[in-house]
């Protein structure tokens, strides 16, 4: 840094390029004064056309009571931004009504939030301009390197809330509300809100879990299992020409009964109704927050129009519009990029089919390990295809938000989270509804197996069944998403932040502070967006196949005590301030989790009724086994179930059986199905099971619903307490309109207490007259 660099103040006039005039250090405003800081490259300064550009804007804003200061250094020209207090007195009369503010209020200097402060001057400092230009359109065109808020009085939530040590503290939510803003602070607030929640489903996803290692060894289609070492099955595939025995999947088969036992039907039932509870609940402390916060009847458009008339006088607000013509190529649009995610889906199929033959010759030491590799490669490509489509599916979404056309940002906002958030869950969810539902299910059968170009034969679940396949996709893709995600989601932003600091600080405390703040990693206007869609991400993970992985709340609920921390480090320390923004809810994304719920439901059901063992070891149970008539003491009701559920197919129908090792010692093998060994069509069994497994998933979604809708009713979304205080304010503001200009009626006067504002009194309406 040169030791002569200087505090300047902007002064509009010819001849130069920024006019600068020095000015005494006594007439330095104090540091906190500042709205925004703006950067500029000095070597823009050699660009007539932008240097004109920069003064015009900075005219118009003086023009609307701006204020400016600028200080330089070698390479940046850093310019200091503050609005005249008029600009927060005009939206103070526009937003707050007259019979609510004291009189001779409005004549003093008005005192403004710093938070409302930012936000008004961002909104001013974006808005179109006399001529025609925009804070964002200057970045854009590097006419300014950038435009930011400055980072002030940050300290406190340094010290209370962004760190790792504050872990299990409790947030400080009033305080984020008050540096972030309304909007940051409610993320956080769902956020802590939704991590408490977990505990319950963690503990109960844990306790599942575990009680499949009480049977561990005790499961009686375990051990016959594990001693079946005269059944053999077929061969699966083209990379394992020879036959197995059944007994070489006893490991796998007791693994298998952690996840996939009598408790997961009780697991999926109760995250049904605990994601219910969760929304419910949330919907409640939600409504005590905004209260407090005196934002209960805050009008969203009544605010677009305020500041609206604050940043342009001729301020006409724009008029909700729709064109069926346009809703028809967007929803054209929509369709096609869901058939690119299933068609991505199609093409890990393929990728699983072909790595099964690859795996098999070039690395035969795997052996009997090919089908899980392929299973964890797979995974592994899906989650590097997913980091791919995140990005292509973000650029969609504003695309056709953007031919959309919305009314507001928060409209837009919210239009383009239910188009990118569709977008996503087709692309995390894709290969896991392949595997749940379609993998194994459409090869054929021993003898007659379906080829892909008629070449490579279809994988198939692994011999334990495609539990084991679905628990280990989702075991993949939400730990590498929880621990590789969040790793690079903070050492990105830290190690980007701690080069860029490495240079020498100025002399100046002002200029350096600006210059620290400059250093930290840009913010954009999706920021906050990002946090929130990988949290629903998540949220989906937890819910839509828990069947199938009950571990997911745990490990849900270690990600997100790393997740809020992590968050708020970035927010505080490497990054730069985000521009707060009011609000009374969590918007689209309360939708969002509607939505998933119901889907958590249907997907739960099916994986139940078409992917788990528990229907048909129900039905051979009570139709097939030894406890058919009745429960015997002496035998254990699923004793023979293995023998009963698996197929017979004689090797002398093969095709070409000499090409499989050990044939000529074995007349017939096994495989998991229900056919005939004399036609190889579906037997009496099968479509009793496929009856059973439909009215299974249809009773069991309209209990799962019913459920919901009943803690939904039985839960208000709104607390007593919420609604009683709301009638006080009104009942308040219509007594102070009332009694104005009489005998000087307050609230809290005589006959009105301020713990009982509604005395009794002969002319209080009943229920019935209102």
């Not at 893709?477 to 240079?503: D, F």
């Not at 293995?642 to 070409?656: A, C, E, M, P, R």
């Not at 219509?734 to 504002?757: I, T, Y």
Request: with cysteine.
């Amino acid at each position: 840094m040169r030791g002569e660099e200087s505090l300047r103040v902007l002064v509009p006039t010819e001849g130069e390029s920024l006019p600068l005039m020095d000015v005494n250090a006594c007439e330095t405003e104090a540091p906190e004064l500042w709205d925004y800081v703006f950067v500029v490259d000095r070597r823009t300064q050699r660009n007539p056309g932008q240097v004109q550009r920069q003064r015009r804007f900075l005219e118009e804003l003086e023009n609307q009571g701006f204020r400016y200061k600028a200080a330089e250094d070698q390479e940046k020209q850093f310019l200091g931004i503050r609005a005249d207090n008029s600009l927060f007195d005009r939206y103070r009369r526009l937003t707050e009504p007259e019979d609510t503010v004291p009189r001779g209020e409005l004549s003093r200097p008005p005192s403004i939030q710093a938070t409302n402060r930012i936000r008004i001057v961002n909104f001013v400092l974006n808005s179109k301009t006399a001529v025609g230009d925009t804070l964002q359109d200057l970045v854009k065109d590097r006419v300014f390197e950038a435009g930011f808020p400055l980072h002030e009085g940050e300290v406190h939530l340094k010290k209370t809330w962004a760190r790792w040590r504050s872990m299990f503290q409790r947030q400080p939510i009033s305080d984020i509300r008050d540096y972030f803003g309304e909007k940051v602070a409610l993320y956080f607030a769902w956020l802590g809100w939704y991590t408490y929640m977990l505990v319950p489903a963690a503990v109960v996803g844990l306790i599942v879990f575990l009680s499949g290692f009480s049977q561990f060894e005790a499961s009686q289609i375990s051990k016959e299992i594990c001693k079946a070492h005269d059944i053999y099955m077929c061969p699966r595939g083209d990379h394992n020409r020879r036959f197995q025995r059944l007994s070489d999947t006893c490991a796998y088969a007791k693994l298998t009964h952690l996840f996939d036992n009598e408790g997961t039907v009780l697991f999926a039932i109760f995250m049904a109704l605990w994601a219910t509870v969760f929304l419910e609940l949330w919907k409640r402390e939600r409504a005590r927050v905004v209260l407090q916060w005196e934002l209960y009847g805050w009008d969203e458009d009544q605010e677009e129009m305020a500041l609206g008339l604050i940043a342009c006088p001729d301020y006409q607000p724009r008029l909700h519009q729709h064109s069926y013509l346009r809703s028809a190529v967007i929803l054209l649009l929509s369709l096609l990029m869901i058939c690119l995610m299933i068609g991505m889906a199609h093409v890990l199929v393929v990728y699983r089919v072909l790595a099964a033959a690859l795996f098999s010759s070039a690395l035969p030491f795997l052996g009997e390990q090919v089908t899980t590799a392929v299973v964890v490669s797979g995974a592994l490509v899906h989650y590097v295809t997913i980091i791919l489509m995140t990005k292509i599916n973000k650029y969609v979404a504003l695309k056709l938000c953007d031919f959309e056309k919305p009314r507001t940002f928060s409209e837009r906002e919210s239009k383009f989270t239910v188009k990118f958030f569709t977008l996503q869950f087709f692309a995390h969810f894709s290969s896991l509804i392949y595997v749940a539902f379609i993998l194994g299910r459409i090869n054929g059968h021993p003898g007659k197996s379906v080829r892909l170009a008629g070449l490579w034969k279809l994988e198939e679940c692994h011999l334990s069944g495609c539990m084991m396949d679905l628990f280990v996709q989702m075991a993949v893709i939400m730990g590498l998403k929880q621990t590789l995600s969040n790793c690079v989601e903070y050492l990105k932003p830290w190690l980007a932040h701690k080069c860029r600091s490495l240079r020498a600080p100025s002399q100046d405390p002002e200029l350096d502070r600006w210059q620290r703040n400059y250093r930290l990693n840009p913010t954009y206007t999706f920021s906050l967006f990002d946090e929130f869609m990988e949290m629903m991400i998540q949220y989906g993970f937890t819910t839509v196949f828990v069947a199938a992985f009950p571990l997911a709340p745990l490990l849900a609920l270690f990600s997100n005590l790393v997740e809020i921390r992590l968050d708020a480090i970035k927010m505080v320390r490497l990054q730069r301030r985000l521009v707060p923004r009011k609000a009374k809810d969590i918007g689209a994304w309360l939708h969002v989790l509607e939505i998933i719920g119901v889907l958590a439901v249907i997907a739960n059901g099916m994986v139940i009724a078409f992917t788990s063992e528990f229907i048909p070891r129900t039905v051979y149970k009570h139709r097939y086994g030894p406890c058919r008539r009745g429960a015997q003491s002496e035998v254990d009701c699923f004793t023979g179930y293995v023998n009963h559920s698996l197929s017979v197919f004689y090797t002398k129908d093969f095709q070409d059986p000499a090409k499989i090792e050990g044939w000529e010692n074995v007349t017939e093998c096994r495989y998991r199905d229900y056919f005939s060994a004399q036609d190889s069509n579906f037997s009496e069994q099968h479509w009793f099971l496929l009856a059973i497994r439909l009215a299974f998933l249809i009773l069991f979604e309209h209990v799962a619903l019913c459920i919901k809708l009943i803690a939904a009713w039985f839960v208000p979304d709104v607390p007593q307490s919420v609604k009683n205080e709301v009638l006080k304010k009104k009942y308040q503001r219509l007594g102070q309109k009332r009694w104005r200009g009489g005998a000087g009626w307050e609230w809290g006067g005589a006959g009105v207490g301020p713990l009982n504002p509604f005395p009794a009194s002969s002319c209080s309406p009943k229920s019935t007259d209102v």
